[in-house]
């Protein structure tokens, strides 16, 4: 009997089989985000951060009582400093007001920037990528977590400012730098619009942060990187020579978050550092997810 030749109708059965997998795995359930949240919660610069964060609004309070009363300055205008004791939302603004410019950047570039390198320099994400974890999966998970993380230490410092304010200075109107006043209810609405506006404006930070961190081994390097890269834009803000340049600037824009504790809300500013920021990020987020995805991971 002769042999007959596999038509088109019958494929070589090499070319339908099916790829194997492990019974039960499914890619899109490794690494879960509840999983990489509680190792990140477990990290003893997550609670070191939530502590620094949380401790800024009581010393705040005692400067406040050992310096005296607010003033104005010579030139007669009144700043967010000379109005911290008016009313628990007028101490949340300042607080808001003396971190935002360097101190928020720093949970942002250390949540971000340690993530992926720690676990390079633990020699951990080989067996992560080995368990298997998809790579863009293991960036996806990461990621979110450390935005979620990012998200909290922000909110956590007006929030704590304002419970503590309000216990110290009364709840009341917010005392406008500009003059007049805003309802305490709207006032509260203003500044969760304000840090929000601040979040935004370090999603740039964050996706440089992630970038580093999928480059090197040293978290340190990825932290530090970010950080002093933000802290280099301030200065080339400063520039007034470089003009409209400055525009494509996101620290151009950190504390266009101001107009949102006008007696008009506005939104001209935030809109554009907002757009310039979320465009930066999105660049740095692709750079790291394409990098490291081609990248040979060795430790």
Not at 239 to 245: E, H, I, Q, R, Y
Request: glycine share 10%; proline share 6%.
């Amino acid at each position: 009997m002769t042999a007959t030749a596999p038509g088109p109708e019958t494929p070589a059965p090499e070319a339908t089989a099916p790829r194997a997998l492990a019974h039960g795995y499914r890619p899109g359930r490794t690494l879960p985000l509840r999983v990489e949240a509680l190792r990140q919660w477990k990290r003893r610069r997550t609670l070191v951060m939530a502590g620094v964060l949380a401790a800024l609004p009581f010393v705040l309070i005692v400067a406040f009582a050992i310096g005296g009363p607010e003033g104005e300055d010579r030139g007669g205008r009144v700043s967010f400093i000379d109005t911290a004791t008016a009313s628990g939302a007028n101490f949340a603004a300042t607080c808001l007001f003396v971190s935002a410019g360097f101190l928020l950047v720093i949970p942002v570039a250390l949540f971000c920037g340690d993530t992926v390198a720690s676990e390079a320099g633990w020699s951990s994400l080989r067996y992560l990528l080995a368990a298997p974890v998809p790579r863009g999966r293991l960036l996806t998970a990461k990621l979110t977590v450390a935005l979620g993380y990012s998200t909290a230490a922000l909110f956590l410092l007006p929030l704590l400012a304002l419970a503590a304010g309000t216990a110290v200075y009364g709840w009341g109107p917010l005392r406008l730098p500009t003059g007049g006043t805003l309802p305490a209810g709207d006032a509260v609405l203003r500044l969760l619009i304000a840090t929000a506006f601040i979040l935004v404006s370090q999603l740039v930070t964050a996706g440089l942060a992630f970038w580093l961190s999928t480059r090197t081994d040293a978290p340190l390097g990825a932290v530090g990187g970010a950080v002093g890269l933000t802290i280099v834009g301030n200065v080339l803000d400063a520039v007034t020579a470089l003009g409209d340049w400055r525009d494509f600037l996101p620290a151009h824009w950190q504390f266009a978050w101001i107009d949102a504790l006008q007696p008009r809300l506005e939104w001209g500013g935030m809109i554009q550092g907002a757009s310039v920021s979320v465009t930066y990020a999105l660049v740095l987020f692709a750079l790291a997810f394409r990098g490291f995805a081609r990248k040979d991971i060795v430790s």
